[in-house]
């Protein structure tokens, strides 16, 4: 099936001070609605989760658009699943945590500035028990657990691993063993053939080496300062423009400059790439492809469309390191050989061995004695 990709990233909703003010701009119901209209056509919808939570009346929000949709929803949930992003992680028919992933469930709290006296605290309560009751009811219809066996894990503020969030029925699944990193050499240096392309010299050799440790280098570089699961969302201004860098899996930073209040890229979004506009296919550390032209994002790809021979991938960088060696090797030996040529040319004749007469004669001469 056509599955488009919908991210969810960071705060749920925006937070407001007593006096109205915006403290805090997060992913709002809007935000994923545009995500899915612009992938209208799509069958189903990948939904990806890093969320420490937020507002608790957003996440209702968020949970049932997506429900009311009509389509398959998957919900994956990747390094922070918590407080009220629970809730719309329970949207999904298929329920995935991947590894490493923290799902945190707890009752919901509320934020006042100041001094408190007993009227404030009890209007606090008066506000906060209807809530409470909506997210204990929700988890006991989506977990079949009973309010005794759900209570305790909420007043203590629970995080789950993947595996206890499964088997008590919060996820559908989890992925055992933790994503790797894959590193491949790029077809760059292959003719039309698939061989790998002679060099002319041993400079060109080094050369082509020199760039393959210099981007090993940068992307160590980059993985350093970008978010470890792909996403570093840095504010420009208060909340209306945000820039977002989106890693991908061979750490190249894709940087969307016109992405507002915090929304995760969609299809025509603006993005570039060291400063230059981002241009043909780059996969996702989520195996999505984002494909751009002329700097806009063009069309999203769901990993399941994707059909990667990972073994004939090995083959294959096998196959390109021990050409690389073999003409190494052969460069070296080539050196070595004209160096032996050029050092010969220049070497005076041995004293001791008389040179051939023309014509296949000897010259008698005497040897001289020191």
Known sequence: M?????????????IYDNNGGVQEYGTELIDVVKQ??????????????NSEGG??????????YLR???????????????SIATIIFMAGDKRTLKPNTDFMIH???????????????????????????????????????????LIPFLRKETTLDPKTATDLKFATDYDAEPMKAVAYLKKDNLNTNNQMTEFKTPEEAKSFIDKIFAKAEAILGKAKT??????????????????VDVTDAN???????????????????????????????YLMPD????????????????PNEQEVDVTALQAENEALKAQLETQTTNYETAIVDLKKQIVSKFEKPDPATPPAEPNGGTTKRKLLKD
């Open 2 to 14: 056509n599955y488009a990709n919908i991210y969810i990233n960071g705060l749920i909703g925006t």
């Open 36 to 49: 899915v209209q612009a992938n209208s056509l799509a069958e189903g919808y990948n939904v990806y989760i």
């Open 55 to 64: 507002v608790v009346e957003t996440g209702f929000e968020i949970y049932d």
């Open 68 to 82: 009311s949709i009509g389509k398959p929803i998957n919900t994956i949930g990747f390094n922070q699943v918590a």
């Open 107 to 149: 009752l919901p709290m509320i934020g006042i500035d100041g001094f408190l006296n007993s009227l404030d605290l009890e209007q606090a309560k008066l506000e906060l028990e209807p809530i409470e009751k909506r997210l204990v009811d929700f988890y006991k219809k989506a977990t079949g657990l009973n309010e005794e066996a």
């Open 226 to 243: 970008a978010d470890k699961k792909g996403f570093n969302v840095v504010a420009l201004a208060k909340g209306t423009i945000v820039n």
């Open 251 to 281: 750490g190249a930073i894709i940087t969307f400059p016109d992405v507002a209040d915090g929304t995760m890229p969609i299809v025509g979004d603006k993005a570039t790439v060291d400063g230059t506009p981002a241009e043909g296919e």
């Open 287 to 302: 195996g999505s492809t984002f494909i751009f032209a002329g700097g806009e994002l063009t069309q999203i790809v769901p």
